[in-house]
């Protein structure tokens, strides 16, 4: 399965031998642009598995739109450097799991950090799902919560009588008991 990536390079910057670089490695070029705005559009608009920023981009060193990519989606960055510039623009970028390369581009080195960058990409997505999974979860629990509450305070029941009820609920009307509580909240809180 390709990896689907955007590269942001001024265009005269070897733009196709770094797309022919990562085409060999199953990385498939969805976008070139060559500027942070255009970037942060494209990645708000598509869901990117990795971004390689050929520093410097048009507007910038690039530093500020790997950091704002590392932190605001789940795409793997990678940052083409001069050698030069490497260990200083590395140290900033270090702590938000920024993959730096040094240009002029070793091929297996960054063959194998492709790599890299790819299964922390996925296990970081996996991540990102399960959080998301356990915050919807967390929200249903909040919000039958509050419904056992109402029939507690307007009906006298017990907190176990009010699940009871919330699940017997469900039950008989075909519902989940999400459904249910909203149903309560609804006729409760007015």
Known sequence: MKNNT???SKLNSGVNSIKTLLEENSYEVGAIVSDSESAMD??????FDT???NSPIADSDGVDLAIKLS???VC???MLIAAEKASF???KVKDYGIVVVTKPINKMLFKQLLGVVRATQKRYAGIS??????????????????AKF??????????ERAHKYIEKQAMDMRLSKLEVAKQILKTYSS
């Open 6 to 8: 955007l590269l942001v």
């Open 42 to 47: 494209f990645a708000d608009d598509t869901v």
């Open 51 to 53: 971004v390689v920023i």
């Open 71 to 73: 932190t605001e989606t």
């Open 76 to 78: 793997g960055v990678i």
């Open 89 to 91: 623009i590395g140290q």
């Open 129 to 146: 799902k399960e959080n998301l999974r356990l915050r919807s979860s967390l929200e249903e629990t909040k919000i039958i919560n509050r």
């Open 150 to 159: 109402l029939l507690m305070q307007h009906l006298s029941l017990s907190e």
